[in-house]
């Protein structure tokens, strides 16, 4: 093994402590370490796109320092501008800046393919033994700890991009206070951030619009759901509706839950209420991108297929979605108007995230217990740096699970 790999198998903190302090010349990594980092992202990433997107930032930016923080920040916009999950486009984005349309074609499948097959062992064990009653316990305390690593990553993305501009702050607050409220990421509100920006930061001239305008064997278990076995007509259906999903949900991936609600539970019926959350709970619990839940779901109603076809229709119009605007989009990164324009969307891309790390909060943090596990995971993850987060997010799980067997007793 080469010395630059050998460095792929260091971790976050050997690898800053061998980079010259403050230093922000790029480090050369191959196609192979980057797919390295994205397969161990997808194993043991947890907290969701939110969280995810974060530790893109301080893996990939700051410790190994193999993506430029402009690169992060343009990716970061483009993946919020553009309907889909968050953390799965940045992937996207980042792997095509380092290696092209080859680069993001393997970055995808490394970052998706270990949840991927962690969620069909789950759909497996779902099918045969009823039901997930360990799940509730387990959750109570992992849903208290992600919101720890949502607002650690959220005050970080504060800190990297909007400095002590007072417009970018202002932009930021708007885009916080407006998710809060509607409990929602709406594209609006970014695509106006962004456009203030624009007009106050560098307002268009003339000469500058023909720029602008240029931008512009038994094979059963493959098929068989809760309802038997799966037609072609089925798998047709599935690969559609989550294909809608994926191209008209913005927002990250837990924007999509609602969505999802409403098809698959009132519209089509494939699943029911209890296996509904049963599914979002499969995917908060397994690290990676949250939108995987939609290969649980597609495994329930068609087997090992359904959950093919689910998560190629949702993850392939992102895929889409980034490596057909992004060489457009670099052409004229450096241009001030689009660079402005990028600002504000970004500062109300991170306002977003700050937003709805306060929903998911109310949500996850409903009493003392929930409240101890938070503070102590944030306490960790502040002081005790070295502490990796599947561990924290295990040692949760396992608190919530012993918390609920006491306050059921």
Not at 268 to 288: N, S
Request: with cysteine.
């Amino acid at each position: 093994m080469s010395k630059i790999e050998s460095k792929a198998d260091q971790t976050p903190n050997a690898a800053a402590a061998a980079a010259p302090p403050g230093s922000t010349e790029l480090r050369p990594c191959t196609l192979r370490e980057l797919l390295v980092y994205f397969v161990r992202l997808g194993t043991f990433g947890f907290g969701g796109p939110i969280a995810l997107t974060g530790y893109m930032q301080r893996d990939l930016v700051e410790e190994r320092r193999w993506i430029s923080k402009q690169d992060y920040k343009e990716g970061l916009a483009l993946a919020q501008l553009a309907p889909g999950p968050l953390a799965a486009q940045l992937a996207i984005y980042l792997g095509w800046v380092r290696a092209g349309v080859l680069g993001a074609s393997l970055v995808s499948l490394a970052f998706i393919l270990p949840s991927f097959i962690m969620v069909i062992a789950l759909s497996a064990l779902y099918l045969n033994f009823g039901g997930l009653p360990w799940m509730q316990g387990a959750f109570y305390g992992i849903g208290a700890a992600v919101i720890a690593i949502i607002a650690r990553s959220a005050f970080k993305l504060v800190r990297m991009t909007l400095a002590k501009d007072w417009l970018l702050w202002s932009l930021f607050g708007v885009s916080a206070l407006v998710t809060a409220w509607t409990e929602s990421e709406i594209i609006w509100v970014f695509l106006l951030c962004g456009v203030v920006a624009l007009l106050i930061k560098a307002p268009p001239r003339i000469s500058s619009r023909p720029a602008l305008l240029g931008l512009i064997s038994s094979p059963g278990w493959l098929l068989t759901g809760l309802s038997g076995p799966a037609s072609a007509d089925i798998l047709w259906k599935i690969g559609l509706y989550f294909a809608e999903a994926g191209a008209f949900v913005f927002g990250s991936g837990l924007a999509i839950v609602p969505f999802l609600h409403g098809g698959v539970v009132n519209d089509f019926h494939w699943l029911t209420e209890r296996q509904f959350l049963d599914a979002v709970a499969v995917a908060m619990i397994t690290p990676g991108p949250v939108v995987i839940t939609v290969a649980f779901i597609g495994y329930l109603v068609a087997g090992f297929l359904g959950a093919t076809a689910a998560a190629i229709g949702v993850f392939l119009p992102c895929y889409l979605f980034v490596i057909i605007p992004a060489p457009y989009y670099r052409r004229f990164a450096q241009n001030k108007q689009i660079n402005a324009f990028v600002e504000g969307v970004t500062a109300a891309a991170t306002g977003a995230i700050a937003g709805a790390a306060f929903v998911l909060g109310r949500r996850a943090v409903i009493d003392v217990p929930t409240a101890l596990i938070c503070l102590i995971t944030l306490f960790l993850m502040i002081k005790v740096k070295k502490i990796p987060e599947p561990f924290i997010i295990l040692a949760a799980g396992a608190a919530g699970l012993i918390l609920k067997g006491v306050m059921v007793r």
